[in-house]
């Protein structure tokens, strides 16, 4: 805690989101995500001209060890500037900053692949995109949830008693963040085994 006239807090946490794991034979697909004010995307490149070649070289090169296709990592920063008045302290604006960073995939050689395989991966390439920009809009949601929640926040006796009150409420509702992102990956997980198989990707 840093403070000046203002009583500027700032409350930092981070945490992580669960990890989904459809392991479907010839293919391997792992969407997840990781608690880490800027949205960034980054790609790694994925040679290959078959779904052997393909599968070989996300383990190689993906996130999580290989184990993920894509990923969004994100990492909220509550910030919150403090007033005495009345002889009590209250919270008079809340912030969060929040960092995102997607990894996805690039696939290098499909333009060398049959047809069959280059549109099978352009389309599952496109669900990874739309899944991560799901992870996305929850962790900007629910930053604008715990920035209306910290400016109600009861003034306390001291901006100690505040702070403390304040940190308790951003971790409940952090938690309830990864949560919410947790069980989209659990309710995504029927839905990309069913893309995969119409893919053909898997049996």
Same mark, same amino acid.
């Given at each position: 805690m840093r403070q000046n006239q203002m009583q500027n807090a700032v409350l930092c946490a981070s945490g992580a989101r669960g990890m989904l794991a459809a392991v479907l034979g010839l293919f391997t697909l792992t969407a997840c995500t990781t608690s880490n004010s800027g949205l960034t995307t980054v790609y790694y490149k994925v040679p290959g001209t078959t779904v052997e070649q393909i599968n070989e070289q996300i383990a190689r090169r993906g996130p999580q060890n290989g184990h993920a296709i894509g990923t969004t990592e994100t990492r909220m920063?509550? =910030?919150?500037?403090?007033?005495? *008045?009345?002889?009590?302290?209250?919270?008079?604006?809340? &912030?969060?900053?929040?960092? /995102?960073? !997607?990894?996805?995939?690039?696939?290098?050689?499909?333009?060398?692949?049959?047809?069959?395989?280059?549109?099978?991966?352009?389309?599952?390439?496109?669900?990874?995109?739309?899944?991560?920009?799901?992870?996305?809009?929850?962790?900007? =949601?629910?930053?604008?949830?715990? *920035?209306?929640?910290?400016?109600?926040?009861?003034?306390? &006796?001291?901006?100690?008693? /505040?702070? !403390?009150k304040a940190r308790a409420l951003f971790k409940s509702m952090f938690e309830k963040h990864n949560n919410e992102q947790r069980g989209f990956d659990a309710a995504e997980r029927t839905a990309i085994e069913r893309r995969l198989r119409s893919l053909g990707l898997a049996g």
């Open positions: 920063t509550p =910030k919150v500037r403090t007033r005495r *008045e009345n002889g009590k302290c209250r919270i008079e604006h809340a &912030e969060v900053g929040l960092d /995102l960073k !997607v990894t996805l995939p690039r696939w290098s050689e499909l333009n060398k692949a049959d047809g069959k395989t280059r549109s099978a991966f352009e389309r599952l390439s496109e669900h990874v995109v739309w899944h991560e920009q799901q992870h996305v809009e929850i962790s900007q =949601k629910h930053a604008r949830k715990i *920035e209306e929640a910290l400016t109600k926040v009861p003034p306390q &006796e001291s901006c100690r008693q /505040l702070m !403390v």
